[in-house]
Nanobody
Framework: VQVVESGGGSAQTGGSLILSCAAS????????IGWFRQAPGKEREGVAC????????FYIDSVKGRFTISTDIAKNTVTLQMNSLKPEDTAVYSC????????????????WGQGTQVTVSS
């Protein structure tokens, strides 16, 4: 049971990248999935999440209107479309998965990926 991220890389300011989180050993339906990032010297922060029962989503203010989280249940993947990238988006991005609970849309998470590097140059 694991998740593996892919799609990281380098982009210029204003560019786009698509990150994917693929599940192995389980399916994403009836789960909540979050994307997190950690920049050097900073704490990890949650960027976006989605719960697959109703496809409700949440974004932090700094990425609203630029990032889109979505699920492809048939492919058992979750993607993070990142547009209008900024240098401050540079970080290691990780996905995490957990069960849907009555009181939290984002989390708790019990399966974490290793992360993928995103670097945005000015």
């Amino acid at each position: 049971v694991q998740v593996v991220e892919s799609g990281g890389g380098s982009a210029q300011t204003g560019g786009s990248l698509i990150l994917s989180c693929a599940a192995s050993g389980f399916t994403f339906d009836r789960h909540t999935i979050g994307w997190f990032r950690q920049a050097p010297g900073k704490e990890r922060e949650g960027v976006a999440c989605i719960e697959t029962r109703h496809d409700n989503t949440f974004y932090i203010d700094s990425v609203k209107g630029r990032f889109t989280i979505s699920t492809d249940i048939a492919k058992n993947t979750v993607t993070l479309q990142m547009n209008s990238l900024k240098p401050e988006d540079t970080a290691v991005y990780s996905c995490a998965v957990g069960p849907i609970t009555p009181h939290m849309m984002c989390g708790p998470y019990n399966i974490w990926g290793q992360g993928t590097q995103v670097t945005v140059s000015s």
